[in-house]
């Protein structure tokens, strides 16, 4: 964000645009990001539902959740060099045409696998989406108004990561049309064609430079590496650990020792390597992984708890889940301001809160299993959620502490593929924990599932003494 605002508006450039075209272009982008943070929560509460109807048993619930995460993880970075080279314009509408394809592709799925692929594609034409927003706006709006438009992103991300999970669940419910499941990916050709239309309309036009580098080996090494990674997690939490999965995870650990060499050698890397020697970066980005692998695992076998063992509807789930998505919004709000004075030790006390959050949850569902009643669930699902809200924007703000202001682009993009990666990682990891435990029932497959977070967050609270101190000076400036 720093370099965009550096090249907003220089000299001899044209003359902002009209206030109320500027407005149009905030929400046309703002469309965009809402449709992909929905898509990105949508299958948390419908998995179950649509196992149900189509098969494929818990390994299409764990690549449900983790095959749009590993596809926009892996192309952000590159979609936005895509975006430089060939033009911020060009790639918001190829990415949004693409996205609302998928979509269509998504909502006709006949069979598990096509569902699966379909959702990578949301999730690849989704990454050449995501990055174009913040130089679009960064190119139309006034370097000293453009603040307005960027503090409109946390509230409106905040609403749609509340909303997103409960307009799912009732339109499952709902079964609009007869449709069930397939309606909250049909519902995109609606809103994603309303926001490519006025995209087409209002978006300015720019040439971009056609020198812009692009890490393409190092982004199908990493692609495949997590592919690997992944398939090897899920076939072996299927079938066990014998034949395909072990080679599997091999294959996609030496694809990751490729990507890692590829990173050393490449002119343009995707990551800097000297981002990787900064010590309190490099340990941001280790406990981002973790703790976001975590929490996203967390979020998707409750989710399963919810409905296979508290027999819950899809919109019961949704409506269940309000209170953790509600400590998220409100937790992050309210540390906005607090990042800069508290630094790393507002990180350390996002992580206990998670703790305490799962400790009453385990406690609550180790004395009184499926009989547990929805009401009681509530404060402990508040607390994960004001540690989350709590942890989340400020380890990152605090990573990128002592970098040095050249690098913060890169760090920004490599931090927020991480976390992608990290959201695939942990939904394949942890529901293979839960599945694994579910022979025992669903309160069983959690409290496992809850003692493996906790130990993940625990490991997380030893590395925020590395991190740096603080913020860097300008957060929230």
Known sequence: MTQILHDANKPGEDPPLPARTRWAILAVVLAADVLDLLDSTITNIAAPTITRDLGGGPGLVQWLGASY???????????????????????????????????????????PAFLVIARLTQGAFGALVVPQGFGILGATWPRDQIGKAFSLFGPVMGLSAVGGPILAGFLVDADVGGLGWRSMFLINLLLGGAALLAALRLLPRDTGDGTAP????????????????????????????TGRAPALLLLGLALFAGFCHRQRTAPEPLIRPSLLHNRGFTAGLLLGVVVFAAVAGLLYVVSLFFQQGLGRSPAGTALGLIPLSAGIVVASIACYRLVHRFGRRLAATGLLIILAGCGCLAALVANSGTRVSGWALVPPLLLVGLGMGTCFGTVYDVTIGDIEPAEAGSASGSLNAVQQLANAIGAAAVTTV?????????????????????????????LVRLLPRTAPEDHGH
């Open 214 to 241: 692009v890490d393409g080996p190092g982004s199908a090494l990493i692609a495949g590496a997590m592919l690997g990674l992944l398939g090897g997690l899920i076939e072996g939490s299927q079938h066990g650990w």
């Open 434 to 462: 839960y599945f694994r435990a579910v022979g025992g029932g669903a309160a069983h497959a959690l409290l496992v599932s809850l003692a493996v977070v906790g130990a993940a967050v625990a490991l997380c609270l030893c």
């Open 69 to 111: 995460a590993l596809a926009l993880g892996v192309l952000l970075v590159p979609g936005g060099r895509l975006g430089d080279r060939y033009g911020r314009r060009r790639l918001f509408l190829v990415g949004l045409a693409g996205f609302v394809a998928a979509s269509l592709a998504c909502g006709l799925a006949p069979g």
